[in-house]
């Protein structure tokens, strides 16, 4: 009787187990270092999509635009679905640039912190691990992009209980060498994001100093 009793606690025990297993929140994290004269971002990990709000989808590269608090790294050309109702930071700085990624690879994902809205490759299933990788060829985290000298750390949620999850975005270093000036956009492609519009800068860039908002 006591050997079946320790069973049945053993088996319960370890369903208690699997059960918080499956139910632990995912979450993707994004570091990004100045190495030299590039900017160098890795990220990997995971969404839970619950609670989250499929609001159209689009096609783009790795890109930086630190006044929308965007950030999207991995793959060269990719398409992408837009998520919605997520909560955090709208800007990285006030530096009204966005400048694309001179190399990428692996898995599309990133963050528009001014629309709410998370970037998984398309037809993302909930859980799928992600990794991917972008550099920014000559390019100043602090003199082009305005991001602070030193450790800061950018997260954004959704979800609750359970499903609680988190997109986060580290800056290990903001120093560094880099061109001194920044690429924008010229007029050319636009994405579909819900019923709004948002553009991303695929066509070539004109340099030029970068625009600081107040």
């Not at 929140?25 to 030299?36: K, L, M, P, R, W």
């Not at 609670?51 to 965007?70: E, H, I, K, M, V």
Request: no cysteine.
């Amino acid at each position: 009787m006591k050997k079946s009793m320790l069973k049945i606690k053993l088996v319960a025990i370890m369903f208690l187990f699997h059960l918080l297993a499956s139910t632990s929140h995912a979450s993707i994290i994004i570091n990004i270092n100045q190495v030299g004269g590039d900017i160098v971002a890795t990220g990997s990990g995971s969404i839970n999509l619950t609670g989250l709000t499929l609001n159209g989808d689009g096609w783009s590269t790795g890109q930086f635009a630190p006044y929308w608090g965007r950030v999207a790294i991995g793959s060269t050309f990719a398409r992408f679905d837009i998520y919605g109702a997520i909560s955090g930071p709208t800007a990285f700085s006030p530096y009204n640039v966005l400048v694309n990624a001179d190399l990428a690879s692996g898995n599309f994902f990133g963050v528009d912190g001014s629309s709410n809205s998370l970037f998984l490759p398309f037809g993302y299933t909930s859980g799928t691990q992600l990794s991917g990788t972008s550099t920014w060829q000559n390019t100043s985290l602090l003199n082009d992009l305005g991001i602070n000298t030193g450790p800061s750390t950018y997260s954004w949620q959704w979800g609750s209980g359970a499903n609680l999850d988190s997109f986060t975005v580290n800056f290990n270093s903001g120093g560094g060498g880099g061109g001194g000036a920044v690429a924008t956009p010229e007029p050319g492609t636009m994405m579909l994001l819900g019923s709004g519009v948002l553009t991303f800068g695929l066509s070539r860039f004109r340099r030029r100093k970068p625009e600081v908002v107040a």
